[in-house]
């Protein structure tokens, strides 16, 4: 049954606006807000903080301190949980506290729920109510990358770029420090916090030696730094492997690599991922099943163009967001953002589902969602 009311509405907002108090802290758990009310009076609220931590609805029956819960509604961004994990199901415990009325704003896609548990709490004789429309769709835009490796077992992959008026990432003579400004690179290093992992080519690896952390205040975790590195030529001696110890590595290898440069990457501590596949975008595939695997839901792309071609070319770019600069380049041999193969017609162009510009500092920042899930 579908909800009817604008204070329903109201609170359900309300759910999903906390649910993103916990980015960048509850990967691989879903981003979730949860709001108790009755007779259009808040109660308690709560959503889930960290990864290991109680879930958004326990929090919030908590806080109610005990109080009754009489005629009172549970608002939650998404459907609750039904099976044990590192915490117990949400079902049995809003069922405990008495509440005789659920609203959800979107489904869970995962095979462990999947409506199990809207039906669970049915059964027990709880008012089901699921959002459509605006709701629902704000609830699964928060978790894009949760519902992308439910469905399909890959991380969801963001790619960033900073770029010239006249679209080039980089000088014919490969120069492109720094075309974004101060700030917008501020707003990247928050984006890197937010992600599960950060990837870059062996280009990019080579030519600037990065560090791939996000050096900003309050980070809760670094982001596993990937390079994908078919003949792993990475330096032993380069800021990313003298930091493996600490921050974890992984190299995305072919099988054309080296044995004895790879053992040599383990010995310092890189996790090695052989990617297969008979050219660079079935590699990408390859590869991002097993960073799936492994419990990365979500990536920032940072180039370069030849990556992030064959990342497009894979069909493996959910959405993008690139700074453009007040600058501009010329130059027919200018490095552009999107290598690869592209497309030969107009027709077969991927058009974005959404498009929002905004100021940052110098900068602007175009963020397109190019997949839904």
Same mark, same amino acid.
């Given at each position: 049954?579908?909800?009817?009311?604008?204070?329903?509405?109201?609170?359900?907002?309300?759910?999903?606006?906390?649910?993103?108090?916990? #980015?960048?802290?509850?990967?691989?758990? +879903?981003?979730?807000?949860?709001?108790?009310?009755?007779?259009?009076?808040?109660?308690?609220?709560?959503?889930?903080?960290?990864?290991?931590?109680?879930?958004?609805?326990?929090?919030?029956?908590?806080?109610?301190?005990?109080?009754?819960?009489?005629?009172?509604?549970?608002?939650?961004?998404?459907?609750?949980?039904?099976?044990?994990?590192?915490?117990?199901?949400?079902?049995?415990?809003?069922?405990?506290?008495?509440?005789?009325?659920?609203?959800?704003?979107?489904?869970?896609?995962?095979?462990?729920?999947?409506?199990?548990?809207?039906?669970?709490?049915?059964?027990?004789?709880?008012?089901?109510?699921?959002?459509?429309?605006?709701?629902?769709?704000?609830?699964?835009?928060?978790?894009?990358?949760?519902?992308?490796?439910?469905?399909?077992? #890959?991380?969801?992959?963001?790619?960033?770029?900073?770029?010239?008026?006249?679209?080039?990432?980089?000088?014919?003579?490969?120069?492109?420090?720094?075309?974004?400004?101060?700030?917008?690179?501020?707003?990247?290093?928050?984006? #890197?916090?937010?992600?599960?992992?950060?990837?870059?080519?062996?280009?990019?690896?080579?030519?600037?030696?990065?560090?791939?952390?996000? #050096?900003?205040?309050?980070?809760?975790?670094?982001?596993?730094?990937?390079?994908?590195?078919?003949?792993?030529?990475?330096?032993?001696?380069?800021?990313?492997?003298?930091?493996?110890?600490?921050?974890?590595?992984?190299?995305?290898?072919?099988?054309?690599? +080296?044995?004895?440069?790879?053992?040599?990457?383990?010995?310092?501590?890189?996790?090695?991922?052989?990617?297969?596949?008979?050219?660079? +975008?079935?590699?990408?595939?390859?590869?991002?099943?097993?960073?799936?695997?492994?419990?990365?839901?979500?990536?920032?792309?940072?180039?370069?163009?030849?990556?992030?071609?064959?990342?497009?070319?894979?069909? &493996?770019?959910?959405?993008?967001?690139?700074?453009?600069?007040?600058?501009?380049?010329?130059?027919?041999?200018?490095?552009?953002?999107?290598?690869?193969?592209?497309?030969?017609?107009?027709? &077969?162009?991927?058009?974005?589902?959404?498009?929002?510009?905004?100021?940052?500092?110098?900068?602007?920042?175009?963020?397109?969602?190019?997949? &839904?899930?």
């Amino acid at each position: 049954m579908p909800i009817r009311t604008d204070t329903d509405r109201l609170h359900l907002s309300r759910a999903i606006e906390i649910a993103s108090q916990g #980015r960048g802290q509850v990967s691989p758990n +879903p981003l979730v807000g949860a709001v108790i009310a009755r007779d259009g009076d808040v109660l308690s609220e709560g959503w889930h903080s960290a990864y290991g931590e109680p879930h958004a609805e326990v929090e919030a029956i908590r806080a109610l301190g005990g109080a009754a819960v009489d005629g009172a509604t549970l608002y939650v961004s998404l459907e609750p949980c039904c099976h044990t994990g590192k915490q117990p199901p949400c079902t049995d415990a809003i069922i405990a506290a008495g509440i005789r009325r659920v609203v959800v704003a979107s489904d869970d896609p995962t095979e462990k729920a999947s409506g199990r548990g809207l039906g669970i709490l049915r059964d027990e004789g709880i008012e089901v109510e699921l959002a459509e429309g605006e709701l629902a769709a704000r609830a699964r835009l928060l978790n894009q990358a949760f519902r992308k490796q439910a469905r399909v077992g #890959r991380p969801w992959v963001l790619f960033k770029s900073a770029m010239t008026l006249d679209g080039k990432v980089a000088t014919r003579a490969g120069d492109s420090k720094w075309i974004s400004g101060t700030q917008s690179r501020h707003l990247a290093h928050h984006w #890197r916090a937010e992600c599960d992992a950060v990837a870059v080519g062996i280009g990019t690896a080579l030519a600037d030696d990065p560090q791939l952390t996000a #050096r900003i205040e309050g980070v809760v975790r670094q982001p596993r730094r990937i390079v994908f590195d078919s003949e792993a030529r990475l330096p032993l001696d380069s800021q990313l492997v003298r930091a493996a110890s600490e921050i974890p590595l992984t190299v995305v290898v072919s099988r054309a690599a +080296p044995r004895a440069a790879t053992d040599a990457l383990e010995t310092h501590g890189v996790e090695v991922v052989v990617a297969t596949g008979a050219n660079e +975008p079935a590699r990408v595939t390859s590869a991002l099943d097993q960073l799936g695997s492994m419990g990365i839901s979500s990536m920032l792309l940072e180039g370069g163009p030849r990556l992030a071609g064959a990342f497009f070319d894979a069909g &493996e770019i959910d959405e993008l967001r690139l700074f453009l600069a007040p600058l501009v380049l010329g130059g027919k041999t200018a490095r552009d953002p999107l290598e690869g193969e592209g497309v030969e017609t107009i027709a &077969e162009a991927m058009r974005a589902l959404s498009l929002d510009c905004e100021r940052i500092g110098e900068d602007l920042v175009v963020t397109a969602r190019l997949k &839904e899930w």
